[in-house]
């Protein structure tokens, strides 16, 4: 988890950098509760808790860095395309692994690979812990999520 300590660092000095008040604030509470979401569903579905926690990590980091949430998960994919690839820890196909749940995340109707299911479940779990009115995609996916 050296490799999860790094990225999260640097995710930190970004939101601290670039970040302000409520995005920041609420950057910070979805960020940590989704990856620890992440990692919980990981663990039940045998997918790396590493790469999953990152993933959570990472997927809305645009968001508090821009105060915009227009096409977030594809600018979150290449924001951590840049902080996984700067770090020098990551072969090609973590990076492309992680990259691409992160820019899947959105489509909540869409069933895609297993890491896109998890970034999206456990996204659909943080809004519901969260209160947010789900929509109907995503109280679909609540429905059928096992934890």
């Avoid at 940590?32 to 993933?55: D, G, H, M």
Wanted: include cysteine; glycine fraction near 2%; charge should be negative.
């Amino acid at each position: 988890m050296k490799r999860y300590q790094m990225i999260k660092d640097e995710a930190i000095k970004m939101l601290e950098e670039k970040s302000h008040g409520f995005y920041k604030r609420e950057a910070y509470a979805h960020m940590f509760q989704v990856e620890t979401l992440c990692v919980l569903l990981a663990r039940k579905r045998n997918l790396n808790q590493e790469l999953a926690s990152i993933i959570g990590l990472l997927h809305d980091i645009a968001i508090p860095l821009t105060m915009n949430s227009f096409d977030h998960a594809n600018r979150s994919s290449m924001i951590a395309k840049e902080i996984l690839m700067s770090s020098k820890q990551f072969n090609e196909e973590e990076i492309n692994l992680i990259v691409h749940a992160i820019s899947c995340h959105s489509n909540k109707s869409i069933i895609e690979d297993d890491y896109c299911e998890l970034i999206k479940d456990a996204d659909v779990l943080s809004h519901s812990l969260e209160g947010q009115l789900l929509k109907e995609e995503e109280n679909k996916r609540l429905s059928h999520i096992e934890l």
